[in-house]
């Protein structure tokens, strides 16, 4: 199932590109004549990025509440896909899709995690972005969401599956709602970051991509497509 949502998401991708440019060839031109700095790929069009939320960064009791995979079409504009990846409504109960995760003593995401995530939906990422339940409840806040109780560990009911992937799917879409109205830049400036780094908020990508990927996206401008996928 997930994997038909990703294909779906390639799927939606190549349309949207279609009909907004109605040009392959300005595509092409894109992919073949890349600007960019030094450590982001801008060879490739599109980037590929997990949401990985954790209930604490610090601490052997930290459990994993959800990841979602992130993908970025970097054209002009922009386009934004997120799918949910885990929890999902369709394992057994007894069975834990995601059992191998694990963080490391300095709160990172092991290399092997990684590439079992990849492996198991067919995905290729550029990296990470791991928030804990303090991130999480803070960004909602400061974007002006309700407030909810946020699990401190990992679901185990069909009830409390959706509940979760319902929750988080209503945040990211009111998120998507403040881009297409404010632009990236104006959601980015409501974050207080200082609050955030780094115990509670981290990356995998070095500080060059990261800002060269925020960069790219804030001079976009308004960006109109950005898509929330589930699967129940």
């Known amino acids: 199932m997930k994997k038909i949502v990703l294909v779906l998401v390639a799927l939606l991708f190549l349309a949207s590109l279609y009909m907004g440019f109605r040009a392959a060839d300005r595509l092409n031109e894109h992919m073949q004549h890349p600007t960019g700095a030094t450590g982001f790929d801008s060879t490739s069009v599109q980037q590929n990025y997990l949401l990985v939320h954790v209930s604490e960064t610090g601490g052997e009791s930290s459990v994993l509440v959800s990841v979602w995979g992130l993908f970025v079409n970097y054209t002009s504009p922009p386009h934004l896909a997120f799918v949910s990846l885990y929890p999902v409504t369709d394992a057994d109960v007894d069975s834990?899709?995601?059992?191998?995760?694990?963080?490391?003593?300095?709160?990172?995401?092991?290399?092997?995690?990684?590439?079992?995530?990849?492996?198991?939906?067919?995905?290729?990422?550029?990296?990470?972005?791991?928030?804990?339940?303090f991130a999480v409840?803070?960004?909602?806040?400061?974007l002006g969401q309700g407030s909810f109780r946020l699990p401190q560990q990992q679901p185990l009911s069909p009830q409390e599956v959706k509940s979760i992937i319902?929750?988080?799917?209503?945040?990211?879409?009111?998120?998507?709602?403040?881009?297409?109205?404010?632009?990236?830049?104006?959601?980015?400036?409501?974050?207080?970051?200082?609050?955030?780094?780094?115990?509670?908020?981290?990356?995998?990508?070095?500080?060059?991509?990261?800002?060269?990927?925020?960069?790219?996206?804030?001079?976009?401008?308004n960006i109109e497509s950005c898509e929330v996928f589930i699967s129940y």
Request: glycine share 4%.
């Open 96 to 133: 834990d899709p995601f059992s191998f995760f694990r963080l490391n003593h300095d709160a990172t995401i092991p290399d092997r995690v990684i590439k079992k995530i990849e492996r198991q939906y067919d995905i290729e990422t550029n990296g990470y972005i791991l928030l804990d339940n």
């Open 166 to 221: 319902t929750r988080e799917q209503a945040s990211i879409n009111s998120i998507c709602a403040q881009i297409g109205q404010n632009g990236f830049d104006q959601v980015l400036d409501n974050i207080r970051w200082t609050e955030l780094l780094p115990e509670h908020f981290s990356t995998s990508l070095t500080a060059e991509s990261w800002l060269q990927a925020m960069n790219t996206l804030t001079s976009a401008g």
């Open 137 to 142: 409840a803070s960004i909602e806040a400061w």
